[in-house]
């Protein structure tokens, strides 16, 4: 019986504590989970995509409006066992609720 891993997406939002989210990848990708990343403008400012798919071994999903990405942010969803936003800004929270 082959076993899958679990996959997670990470949601980064702008905020100067973007950092902690490269922790976080790092932690979840040496533990066995495969991890996908998207990120906003604002949080690619702090932390460059290059650092994020380094860390995860995977592509950044960064623009919802790239040319031949417009159902993207549909893909990520139905292929996630797990969501995680990191950091979970005022701004994120207030647009979530």
């Known amino acids: 019986m082959t076993m899958s891993k679990s996959k997670i997406l990470v949601l980064v939002s702008g905020s100067i504590a973007a950092?902690?989210?490269c922790y976080l990848v790092s932690k979840l990708v040496q533990n066995g989970f495969e991890v996908k990343v998207a990120a906003s403008n604002s949080a690619l400012n702090f932390v460059g995509a290059t650092t994020f798919e380094?860390?995860?071994g995977q592509e950044v999903a960064k623009d919802t409006f790239?040319?031949?990405?417009?159902l993207d942010h549909i893909y990520?969803?139905?292929n996630s066992d797990l969501v995680i936003c990191?950091?979970?800004t005022g701004?994120?929270?207030n647009k979530v609720a």
């Open 19 to 21: 950092y902690k989210a």
């Open 54 to 56: 380094a860390l995860s």
């Open 66 to 70: 790239e040319e031949g990405r417009a």
């Open 76 to 78: 990520l969803m139905r």
């Open 86 to 88: 990191v950091p979970a």
């Open 91 to 93: 701004n994120f929270i």
